[in-house]
Each structure stands twice: as C-alpha cells, then as structure tokens.
C-alpha cells in the first residue's frame, strides 16, 4: 500500500469550515468552531497551516480587550502547536455595506472604509506571521452593468492594491498579496474573473513583484483551471491555490495533472483547502473530511511520482514528443536564423507520418489512475 502519510515540507493549509444552514455568509451565522480549537484539531490531523480571515477572528464591532482576548487564544494555539498562519484576508463580501463592492463601490466612504479594513488586517497578518495576504476580487466590480464601465473598476481596484502595496512597503512586513479572481454573483461583472484577466491586471500595477494569485481549483472547471495554473506558474505569479477540485469524483485525470504541475514545478506556497463537507455533514465530521481531502492529494501525489517512475509510460512520453516540445525550434531571433529558416524545405506528409501516439499516452495515465498499472 502506497505511504500517504502528510508532512509540512506539503503545506497542506485549511480555512474554518462554514457554519452550517442555508447561508453561511450571513453576518449572524456563529462559527461552526472557535479559531484556537480549529488550529489544535489541525494539528492533530497533521495540518501544516490555517488560512483565516479578519472578521473571523473578530466580527465587526469587537471591544479592543475582546480583540485582545481572541488574539491571545489564537496566538497561544499557533505557538502551542506550531501551525503556521498560511494567508490571512481581508472580508470585504460579508457585511451588506459591501454588497455592491468594495475597492470598486459607488461611494467613496464605503472604498476608503474597505481600505481602512484592509489596512488593519494587513497588520494583524503580519503580527501573525502569515507571508500571504489575500483580497478577493470575485466580489469586486459593478454590479448592474449601467451603472459604470469595466474599465473604472478596474481604476478603482488598482488604485486600491497600489495603495496597501505602498503601506506593506513603507512598514517592510514581509507580505505577498494574493488577488482572488472569480466570476463572482450572478450578474457576472466581476472586476477579474478569470486568472488570465487577473495576470494581465497585476502587470499594471504600480509593485507587480508584490502581488500574486490565488486561484481555485472548481469541480465544474478543473481542466480550464489546471491550465490557467500553469500560466500563473510560468508568469511566476502563483502566490496559493485553493484545491478544492481534490474532493469529489468529477474529473480524476484533470486533478491528477493538477497535483502533477504542483509537484514538478517547485511551487512552495499553500495547498489550501476550504472545507466544506456535504450539506448537513458537520460537526466532527469535519476532521474525517480534512483528513480525506489531505489524503486524495497525497494519493495524487503518488500516482505522480509513479508516473515518472513507470518505464512504459515513459517510453509513450518520450514518443509523444512531449521533450521535444520543451526544446527551443529557433531561438531568438536573428537575422541569420530567419534567412536559414526560410531556405528549409519541409516535407509535410513525412511530417504528418511520424505521428506521437497521444492516444496510448492516455490510455496508460486511465490505468494508472484506475491502479491497473
């Protein structure tokens, strides 16, 4: 039987399940547990890191000697176990001020008071240790499409990030902020809805070396995100990643190749997982549920490594050209080389006749998945 056992060198990071009912996100729905017995449970799963945002930890209104209170609880729970603090967020979705956005609101006090929040949150996150700082932007944008354009958005939320990456690097905290893209509700008009709009949003701004994403890995599109993964990764722009793709079982072969980039790119950064059990299935549910999600990574894992070690498979690589592809056809270019390549003579059909033999290639990696290999 393959070792599943975890190990921090994985960061394996959690966020505090949702609290149960038909809308976890209301403002008076109490946490499903406290933030410092969520930190001991992940500890004894085997956890690396808890991911928690600030009204989390204190909702809206807290005295400062509750504040001070909470803060002592959860701090002593990191340094009694030595789980890390993955990511720390900024809420800007769960209070109705921000219904309509928040660094792109129609008024002006509601994006200074989200700055404000975010600001305070930014600083409790460096009190904290966590290297990344996320904003979700599936909650950004304009809400009826009338009422702005796309492109004030997206002047607005720039503004915004420019602003907590001049305070991250006038105080040094050692912080990397991770943008959230998503399509956000139902009308769509979220400001950075897919990674690609995201990856091309960060190289405008004023510090992109500062910024990064935090994509999520969705049942409904885990080839789509597998992919724009790849792109954060080889834009060097992948901050996190939310894994909730590895639970469930819809598209096994596209989680697969998931895990795959994970682990042979040297990505080092959270593999977060938000819990979130079947409906009506909490409680101490959740530590089973944790620990599965822990192990159907670490099983990836192992079909990974596998899949590097299985010489049949290894030969349908080599043969499906897939170390061809990572070699350079021309270079950079030159005047030389555009004049040698234009004086070639290639014959398509010889061409057309060496084939590659994807088929097998994908037939070995269904067996592998389905332990027939």
């Known amino acids: 039987m393959t070792d599943l056992h975890t190990s921090p060198e994985r960061r394996f990071s959690f966020g505090l399940p949702p609290s149960p009912g038909p809308d976890p996100t209301r403002d008076s729905a109490p946490l499903l547990i406290e933030p410092w017995d969520f930190v001991h449970g992940l500890a004894e799963i085997g956890a690396w890191g808890v991911a928690i945002h600030d009204d989390e930890l204190f909702p809206p209104g807290a005295t400062p000697q509750e504040r001070h209170s909470v803060l002592g609880k959860f701090q002593a729970a990191l340094d009694n176990t030595g789980v890390a603090v993955s990511m ?12 309509g956005g928040a660094f792109t609101a129609p ?67 050692p912080i990397t902020f991770a943008l959230a893209p998503g399509a956000g509700e139902p009308t769509g008009n ?53 894994l909730n793709v590895t639970q469930g079982s819809a598209g096994l072969k596209d ?6 980039i994970l682990e042979e790119s040297g990505y080092l950064g959270p593999r977060h997982f938000g819990p979130r059990p079947y409906r009506g299935e909490y409680g101490g549910d959740v530590w089973d549920f944790a620990a599965g999600w822990m192990r ?12 590097a070690d299985d ?29 040698q390549l234009a004086g070639r003579n290639f014959d398509l ?8 033999q994807h088929d097998r290639l994908d037939r070995l990696i269904t067996d592998l998945l389905l332990g027939l290999r």
Not at 155 to 172: K, S, T, W
Request: glycine share 6%.
């Open 311 to 339: 010489p049949d498979i290894q030969a349908a690589v080599a043969e499906a050209g897939v170390r061809e592809l990572s070699e350079s056809a021309v270079g950079r270019y030159s005047t030389a080389e555009a004049q």
């Open 255 to 260: 989680m697969f190749f998931l895990v795959k």
């Open 190 to 242: 979220a400001v950075l809805p897919t990674i690609g709009h995201a990856l091309a949003f960060i190289e405008m701004l004023d510090h992109p070396d500062m910024v990064g994403l935090l994509p999520t890995a969705t049942l409904e599109s885990s080839q789509s995100t597998y992919r724009g993964v790849a792109q954060a990764i080889w834009s060097g722009r992948l901050a996190a990643i939310d």
């Open 107 to 173: 008024d002006g006090d509601v994006r200074r008071c989200a700055l404000q929040k975010s600001l305070r949150a930014v600083e409790l996150g460096a009190e904290l240790g966590a290297p990344i700082h996320v904003l979700n932007a599936a909650h950004e944008g304009i809400a009826a499409t009338a009422a702005g354009t796309p492109t004030e958005a997206l002047d607005r939320y720039r503004e915004a990030i420019n602003f907590l990456c001049g305070r991250v690097r006038d105080q040094d905290y």
């Open 88 to 99: 720390f967020a900024t809420d800007l979705s769960r209070h109705p001020v921000f219904a």
């Open 296 to 307: 159907t990574y670490s099983a990836l894992a192992a079909k990974v490594r596998r899949f």
């Open 349 to 356: 059909d010889a061409l057309v006749e060496n084939g590659h």
